[in-house]
């Protein structure tokens, strides 16, 4: 997960976010500074064509004080989709098969890099009509109610809290996984040279730094340890692949297709592994040149495409390598004496120590900015509020983690309860709420009948993901 995240809000007079729209610019030539050289041709065009048909061009009004170039913007939307998820890819083609396997997450990528363009489209739309520079997914969601039937209108007001709560559980979901990750890899690795010690003693020896990393409340100060961590998550992956590549590969007593029982617990994997939702509309909105994001050859397809080839490429050659033997993360499969392969366990669980806030940030944010901080704002004891509310969030992801230390189920559980929602569902009601009234003739009707298909196609990943993943939960519990 990306370190860029927005801050719901609407802009007032005074230039403050309310409620999911970052603060305009004073002027055109702000943005055409800001932007740089290479920015400034599709500025200036932007500039002609807002003044020649007089509508509002919202990439003119934005205010980013550190624009990011197209390849910045891609290499952030690679790392925050590279995360703890690819590591389960192999275990997610075991449940699977290694043919469905490649074919669904070709076709479940896709869907996914579509249903972002969706969003996307739509916040430009509702930007220019409302004359606002940007919107957060949340404002986007209630804005594209007001624009929708009556039906939709009356849904508005609890259109950010809905998201809200689904984009909270998600990142507190995302940090029991984390915490999961950190203490097996950990415990893997000490269990060659000392006592073994269970899984849930780990979590308690890494539930202090969880704690006390949790109380940085500026993330610039983690911009340094994010890029280090990104090296050694990178030259971890290329110790992973050596391992992969060396192993025994081999198609004998690989399934081509897995038990359909099985299947909602790979696609909850897959979409926890594949989206990025909580980091795309911050990475457009602080772009030089926003446009390039969108596009056959933008940003998002490059990215999106690279992604999905990383992924089949990790979960095809772990599954082959280790068949029904496939690990809950791929690392716990590599050899446990191995100096290199320990090395690689113990630098993985430094990069996942360092990004935890990452993850918990926006958590913390929805908790803290959007519900509790107005209710104690004028207290003294405000900042001791808050170091109370990032502890209790860091605790409450330990104690679930504690209770179920299953990294598989945690993925696929919350990939299929959130994502399914966020990623698929929301996006294809958002779109069709914006352009409601322009949807007419056959085109519109068949593009209303394409966003009910995608709704429905969230709303069942939803309930048999999240369904299947709880009823494997409650089979653990029970052993």
């Not at 076709?107 to 957060?136: D, F, N, W």
């Not at 056959?296 to 990790?314: A, D, K």
């Amino acid at each position: 997960m990306s370190g860029q995240i927005d801050n719901p809000g609407f802009v007032n007079d005074d230039g403050k976010s309310i409620h999911g729209v970052t603060p305009a610019l004073n002027s055109t030539d702000d943005a055409t500074r800001k932007n740089g050289k290479s920015g400034m041709v599709e500025m200036n065009d932007l500039r002609k064509a807002e003044e020649a048909t007089g509508e509002y061009e919202p990439y003119l009004h934005r205010e980013v004080e550190h624009p990011t170039t197209n390849a910045e913007t891609l290499l952030h939307l690679l790392k925050g989709s590279l995360g703890t998820g690819i590591l389960s890819m192999p275990l997610a083609f075991y449940h699977a098969g290694y043919l469905v396997g490649i074919i669904c997450t070709i076709v479940i990528g896709a869907i996914c890099t579509y249903c972002i363009h969706m969003i996307i489209q739509a916040e430009y739309e509702l930007c220019k009509r409302k004359k606002l520079p940007s919107l957060t997914y949340p404002a986007t969601a209630e804005l594209a109610l007001l624009e929708g039937p009556s039906f939709f209108k009356k849904l508005a007001p609890f259109a950010v809290h809905i998201i809200n709560v689904f984009l909270l559980i998600y990142q507190m979901g995302a940090g029991c996984v984390y915490t999961v990750f950190i203490a097996e890899n950990v415990k893997a690795v000490a269990d060659e040279y000392t006592d073994k010690l269970d899984v849930k003693i780990w979590m308690l020896v890494f539930l202090l730094p969880l704690i006390l990393i949790n109380y940085i409340r500026n993330l610039k100060f983690l911009a340094p340890f994010s890029t280090v961590a990104n090296f050694i998550t990178i030259a971890s992956f290329g110790i992973i692949l050596y391992y992969l590549i060396k192993a025994d590969i081999t198609f004998e007593d690989r399934n081509l297709s897995g038990e359909i029982k099985d299947f909602p617990l790979y696609f909850g994997t897959v979409l926890f592994a594949l989206e990025a939702i909580g980091v795309i509309m911050p990475l457009e909105n602080e772009m030089k040149t926003p446009k390039a994001f969108k596009g056959p050859c933008g940003v998002l397809n490059i990215g999106m495409i690279s992604i999905v080839v990383l992924y089949v490429g990790m979960g095809l050659l772990g599954y082959l390598a280790y068949g029904s033997d496939v690990a809950d993360t791929i690392t716990l499969n590599l050899d446990k004496g191995d100096v290199l392969a320990q090395v690689a366990k113990v630098m993985l669980a430094i990069a996942i120590y360092i990004t935890h806030p990452l993850q918990m940030y926006v958590a913390i944010d929805i908790m803290w900015n959007e519900y509790l901080l107005p209710k104690c704002e004028k207290s003294r004891y405000q900042l001791l509020f808050e170091y109370c509310v990032r502890t209790s969030l860091v605790l409450i992801t330990f104690a679930l983690a504690v209770a179920i230390p299953k990294l598989d189920l945690f993925i696929s559980l919350f990939g299929a309860f959130c994502l399914s929602a966020l990623g698929l569902a929301f996006p294809a009601i958002i779109q069709t709420s914006t352009f409601w009234y322009s949807l007419n003739g056959v085109k519109g009707k068949l593009i209303i009948a394409k966003n009910c298909v995608i709704v429905l196609f969230g709303f069942i990943g939803l309930v048999v993901g999240t369904y299947t993943s709880l009823q494997k939960i409650v089979e653990y519990f029970n052993e």
